[in-house]
T-cell receptor, first 115, second 111 residues
Framework: GAGVSQSPSNKVTEKGKDVELRCDPISGHTALYWYRQRLGQGLEFLIY????????KSGLPSDRFSAERTGESVSTLTIQRTQQEDSAVYLC?????????????FGPGTRLTVT | DAKTTQPNSMESNEEEPVHLPCNHS???????IHWYRQLPSQGPEYVIH???SNVNNRMASLAIAEDRKSSTLILHRATLRDAAVYYC????????????FGSGTQLTVLP
């Protein structure tokens, strides 16, 4: 079946511009996660959505970052007034609520370059 | 989630078995041991998980020490496509929360 998809695959933007990154999770997956991975580094958690519960925003690095999720489907990560340090691959993952161990399925990521 | 410790890098020859170790001395009784891997330029992918007993699936085997303070991911015959960063992660049973990735083990497979 279809996996997690993300768009765009690559985004180049000028410093100070706003960007929106999109994630389409696997159908039926109620949990959705955003991570960031800077070049040569590990994954950093950003935000977590679970069904209709309030999202866990504890990983967002600043108030320039926000995310929304429409029901149990698409999510959008927005970065306002982008800075060069925002350059990274942004990864989205989803998982089933009924899975005991909640395996996460990752998308291919969006590579963001801020010039 | 409890902390895990892995070697930074390992090498293996193609078509030979690979044993990737992970230490998790502070593991609790309800923590599952998960392994994910990240191939170059891709998002991480789930490999295997276990609680107490050894586990096998089409990708790998997971050997868990009797005291659960360490585990080993076993790739029975490494291929060039297995070159990736392998992450050992502990997840509390019933927790759907985010994964906490460490630095993982960079596996290089030599032809």
């Amino acid at each position: 079946g279809a996996g997690v998809s993300q768009s765009p695959s690559n985004k180049v933007t000028e410093k100070g511009k706003d960007v929106e990154l999109r994630c389409d999770p696997i159908s039926g997956h109620t949990a959705l996660y955003w991570y960031r991975q800077r070049l040569g580094q590990g994954l950093e958690f950003l935000i977590y959505f679970q069904g209709n519960s309030a999202p866990d925003k504890s990983g967002l690095p600043s108030d320039r970052f926000s995310a929304e999720r429409t029901g149990e489907s698409v999510s959008t990560l927005t970065i306002q007034r982008t800075q060069q340090e925002d350059s990274a691959v942004y990864l989205c993952a989803s998982s089933l609520a009924s899975a005991i161990t909640y395996e996460q399925y990752f998308g291919p990521g969006t590579r963001l370059t801020v010039t | 989630d409890a902390k895990t410790t892995q070697p930074n890098s390992m090498e293996s020859n193609e078509e030979e078995p690979v044993h990737l170790p992970c230490n998790h001395s502070t593991i609790s009784g309800t923590d599952y041991i998960h392994w994910y891997r990240q191939l170059p330029s891709q998002g991480p992918e789930y490999v295997i998980h276990g609680l107490t007993s050894n586990v096998n699936n089409r990708m790998a085997s997971l050997a868990i020490a009797e005291d659960r303070k360490s585990s080993t991911l076993i790739l029975h015959r490494a291929t060039l496509r297995d070159a990736a960063v392998y992450y050992c992660i502990l997840r509390r049973s019933g927790s759907a929360r985010q994964l906490t990735f460490g630095s993982g083990t960079q596996l290089t497979v030599l032809p």
